[in-house]
């Protein structure tokens, strides 16, 4: 089973810029990769995600323009979140994740929307504060 291993959060003050990295273990096992976050007390929500046979990239509404997605060049098994201007409400813990298996372009999406890919790592906090 693929393993997904996230570095890069932190602490940074409203407006600030953090880029999350995640390591795919065997990216040949699926091609459906992204991000979702959980606050204290609340449940998942969907980042964005990232079709890598496509290259076709998903975003849910409340990070769309502040975040991108994108995997690395030169080593496919890296995929990066950069997160810029970021809100209070962009806090908590983000998770790399990705489908256990193959998707669809639209399915790739719908499960970016729903952050309900299949399996996780095991997070990395960012906390941004005003």
């Known amino acids: 089973q693929v393993q997904l291993v996230e570095s890069g959060g932190g602490s940074v003050q409203t407006g600030g810029s953090l880029t999350l990295s995640c390591t795919v273990s065997d990216i040949s096992s699926t091609n459906c990769v992204g991000w979702f976050r959980q606050a204290p007390g609340l449940g998942r929500k969907g980042v964005a995600g990232i079709h890598t046979e496509k290259n076709a990239v998903f975003y849910v509404d409340s990070v769309r323009g502040r975040f991108t997605i994108t995997q690395d060049n030169d080593n496919a098994n890296t995929i990066y979140l950069q997160m810029n201007n970021l809100k209070p409400e962009d806090t908590g813990t983000y998770y790399c994740?990705?489908?256990?298996?193959?998707?669809?372009?639209?399915?790739?999406?719908?499960?970016?929307?729903?952050?309900?890919?299949?399996?996780w790592g095991q997070g990395t906090q960012v906390t941004v504060s005003s």
């Open positions: 994740a990705a489908t256990p298996g193959n998707r669809t372009p639209g399915g790739c999406r719908v499960v970016t929307l729903r952050a309900d890919f299949g399996v």
